[in-house]
């Protein structure tokens, strides 16, 4: 099991939750299997990409700002009440592409857009190829990506010792509805590869 391994850089991500009723959306602190994985899948047409990521802990990076905004009502065209938005700025993270067939063409630099509030300039990646990782050495450790339940053994995730679950939502191919599915969240005890894991007691 092999991965490819990209730095990820932004001028402004929002990766948020999707709580009801929220007048706070706060920014996601990883890079989850459903927002990375859906973005490359778009950009490049491969259905079987599979990817995670997180946050690169530099106190350079990854900075914490807030926005207030009024959405629209899609029908009515009316403002609802503001929202106050978390995102961050110059952010820097890793991002572990399985390979396969048709991920070991991917180019060694490009560009996505991932995220919420495109239309406020949000959402512009690059991502730059660093080097291919061997899942070989598998450690219990603390997860520190998002990863659905059904694709834990796309990651090599081994066992589960203490998991931490929450609810990703899955799109439908072609549609603007999805579901949402149980994941383990960052913060999970789980054996796995280590590039994907902070030690236990570390």
Do not use: W
Request: proline residues 7%; contains cysteine; hydrophobic residues 35%.
């Amino acid at each position: 099991m092999t991965f490819l391994e990209y730095l990820l850089r932004s001028d402004a991500l929002y990766l948020g939750e999707r709580p009801k009723g929220n007048i706070f959306k706060p920014c996601i602190k990883t890079i989850p299997f459903t927002q990375i994985t859906g973005a490359l899948r778009k950009k490049f047409e491969i259905d079987d990409i599979k990817a995670v990521g997180y946050l690169v802990e530099d106190e350079d990076f990854n900075q914490p700002n807030y926005l207030i905004y009024s959405p629209r009502d899609r029908y009515s065209n009316l403002s609802k009440i503001p929202l106050q938005v978390e995102f961050l700025t110059n952010v820097l993270a890793k991002v572990f592409v399985l390979k396969t067939e048709s991920t070991e063409r991917l180019p060694e630099n490009f560009e996505i857009v991932m995220g919420g509030l495109k239309s406020k300039g949000f959402g512009s990646c690059t991502l730059e190829k660093q080097k291919e990782i061997s899942a070989q050495k598998f450690i219990p450790g603390t997860l520190r990506v998002r990863i659905p339940e059904e694709e834990v053994s796309s990651f090599g995730i081994k066992r589960v010792l203490r998991p931490v679950y929450g609810y990703l939502f899955k799109p439908t191919p072609h549609t603007f509805t999805g579901v949402y599915v149980r994941s383990l969240f960052e913060g999970s005890e789980v054996v796995g590869p280590e590039f994907l894991l902070e030690p236990l007691g570390g």
